[in-house]
């Protein structure tokens, strides 16, 4: 069976395998997941997250969806002088330009977006990496 879109119970399964690598890394982070049309699913608050985080990595997930890309990759081509110049001032503010924000995608097809807050872009983008191949993993087993 495909998975056409991120359930509830998904979402909530692949929060707890994210949570369990940032303790593992030292990080204190907010993990969100939406749908392909960037309305959010879910939101997971780790004990002592900064209180921005919440924010920012809802808006990453919504990002990552909305330009169709990490938000890493979008950092670089969002500096001064670069195609993407000013692209986080559209959208109401909600395109947000550092790491941490990656699109799920099944057999190519985004079907959500991942935003992780409370470290770093790097780190953030590289707990992003990992609950983006979790996810894999996850519909793997369905």
Do not use: W
């Amino acid at each position: 069976m495909a998975c056409e879109t991120i359930t509830l119970q998904l979402a909530k399964q692949l929060m707890e395998i994210i949570e369990k690598r940032a303790e593992a890394v030292g990080l204190k982070a907010v993990i969100a997941l939406c749908n392909a049309h960037g309305n959010p699913i879910a939101v997971h608050c780790m004990d002592d997250a900064f209180l921005v985080s919440y924010d920012v990595a809802t808006k990453k997930a919504y990002t990552s969806v909305a330009v169709k890309m990490s938000t890493m990759e979008l950092s670089k081509i969002a500096q001064p002088g670069q195609t993407f110049y000013g692209v986080d001032k559209l959208d109401g503010g909600k395109i947000i330009i550092f790491g941490g924000g990656i699109p799920l995608k099944v057999d190519g097809k985004i079907v959500g977006g991942l935003g992780i807050s409370g470290g770093t872009g790097e780190q953030d983008h590289d707990l992003a990496v990992f609950g983006e191949a979790a996810f894999q993993e996850l519909i793997r087993l369905l």
